[in-house]
């Protein structure tokens, strides 16, 4: 375990940095997971490092949106598992929501990989190992989810997704929660509800939203989800990158 000095102008980054190092490491997190993380980092960079108050209304939606849903799932890949995996199993515990591993490059070992590291961090029940429906549109392996899992679902969060399969879920009807930190990437511009934040900060602060939320009725609930305006979430952050 590497020792990161809390006081580094840049111990955030490089605490990130280690975990998807480490989940390498340990087989949960693929090599183009390395990439994806460093295209993140510089969409963080130049977003300032923090959480936008746009992004923060947009976990707050979010939060509410998962708290209505009828089935919720979280879907966690090798680079969610690598860097959240307690705040992902707190969100869903707070949330009452499933946890599916889902990923892009699908091996048998991963997927028990990471089923593993959620459970070491309590996760209860984990998704995804069964694999009885797919999605439609994807290719064989990209499509495979669990039938009482995302593909009954009615709300679906998507950390860090690809485009396609992005698309493919808003085309079955699902309404997605997108937490990626490129605005202009297909995913987020997919979503119901664009989060662009890192996923370090989006999931704990989504957790506290949600506790917040927790004995508001259905009418407030609806109300937040409805205030909420993804256009502007998305230029918002666009115009902060373009303003710098
Ligand atoms: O584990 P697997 O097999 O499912 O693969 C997962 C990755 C992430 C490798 C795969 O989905 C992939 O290739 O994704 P992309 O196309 O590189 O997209 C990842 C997106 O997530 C990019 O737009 C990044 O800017 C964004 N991103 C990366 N790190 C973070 C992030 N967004 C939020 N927080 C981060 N920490």
Same mark, same amino acid.
């Given at each position: 375990e590497v020792e990161i000095p809390e006081d580094h102008p840049r111990y955030q980054s490089l605490l990130t940095r280690h975990r998807i190092e480490e989940g390498v490491e340990k087989g949960i997190t693929s090599k183009q997971g390395l990439i994806a993380e460093g295209r993140? @980092? +510089?969409?963080?960079?130049?977003? /300032? @490092?923090?959480?936008?108050? +746009?992004?923060?209304? =947009? @976990?707050?939606?979010?939060? =509410?949106?998962? $708290?209505?849903?009828?089935? =919720?799932? $979280?879907? %966690?890949?090798?680079?969610?598992?690598?860097?959240?995996? /307690?705040?992902i199993v707190e969100l869903a515990e707070v949330t009452r929501a499933d946890i599916e591993v889902n990923l892009f490059n699908r091996t048998d070992e991963r997927m028990q990989a990471i089923a593993d590291h959620l459970r070491?961090?309590?996760?209860?029940? %984990?998704? /995804?190992?069964?694999?009885?429906a797919r999605i439609a549109g994807l290719e064989h392996e990209r499509g495979k989810v669990d039938e009482d899992g995302i593909y009954s679902a009615d709300v679906v969060l998507v950390p860090l997704e690809d485009g396609d399969r992005a698309e493919a879920l808003a085309e079955m009807g699902k309404t997605e929660l997108v937490i990626d930190l490129n605005p202009l990437s297909r995913s987020p511009r997919t979503a119901a509800i664009p989060i662009i934040d890192n996923i370090i900060r989006a999931i704990p602060n989504m957790t506290s939203h949600a506790r917040d939320l927790a004995g508001a009725s259905s009418e407030e609930l609806e109300a937040i989800v409805a205030e909420f305006d993804r256009e502007t979430a998305l230029s918002e952050a666009e115009n902060v990158i373009r303003d710098i």
């Open positions: 993140g @980092e +510089s969409f963080d960079y130049l977003l /300032g @490092e923090e959480t936008l108050p +746009s992004a923060d209304e =947009a @976990e707050r939606a979010a939060a =509410a949106r998962l $708290l209505l849903a009828e089935q =919720a799932v $979280l879907s %966690v890949n090798g680079n969610v598992a690598a860097l959240v995996p /307690g705040e070491d961090h309590g996760a209860e029940d %984990v998704k /995804g190992l069964t694999a009885d």
